[in-house]
């Protein structure tokens, strides 16, 4: 619902989808009724993906907005490959990619220009303050793009 309300701020809506509550669930149909009780021996759990609506929020709900998502991965290796197959498959503006390990110290922002990579300044600021400066840039860049009345975009 959200999406789609927004969809009427065109270039100017901007989506921050930070929150990944889990990529698995419990259907409420495999819901237990009542306590399992464990002399029933081993239990035994199948969880289902949880559905993926970036596509759809890009291509359907709100396709001209800014879309920022986030990755985060335990394995470096693999960390930033994952957040260009991302950018790419769902459309995001901006994937944020983050190790668990160092997370609140730096997080490389990946567009399809490139990749930016933003460090925590000290131990008393925070990684967040600079990420967001960044993307107020970034945004106000994707709304001038097709401005035609060349305004300017103030944060």
């Not at 889990?22 to 306590?35: C, G, L, N, R, T």
């Not at 969880?47 to 998502?69: E, G, H, Y």
């Not at 290796?77 to 990619?97: C, H, P, S, T």
Request: net charge neutral; with cysteine; proline share 4%.
């Amino acid at each position: 619902m959200v999406g789609m309300a927004m969809n009427c701020l065109g270039r100017q809506g901007m989506f921050y989808l930070a929150a990944a509550v889990s990529d698995f669930y419990v259907p409420w149909e495999s819901m237990a009724k009542h306590k399992i009780e464990s002399a029933s021996g081993p239990l035994n759990m199948q969880l289902n993906q949880v559905p993926k609506m970036l596509f759809i929020l890009r291509k359907q709900w709100a396709p001209s907005a800014f879309c920022v998502s986030f990755k985060l991965e335990t394995d470096p290796d693999i960390l930033l490959q994952k957040a260009e197959a991302a950018l790419r498959k769902y459309g995001m503006n901006v994937v944020v990619a983050n190790e668990l390990a160092n997370y609140k110290d730096v997080v490389v922002m990946v567009t399809s220009n490139g990749r930016t990579t933003v460090r925590r300044p000290n131990k008393e600021d925070d990684v967040e303050e600079q990420l967001i400066n960044l993307l107020v840039k970034m945004h106000c860049e994707h709304i001038m793009q097709l401005n035609q009345d060349h305004q300017t975009c103030t944060s």
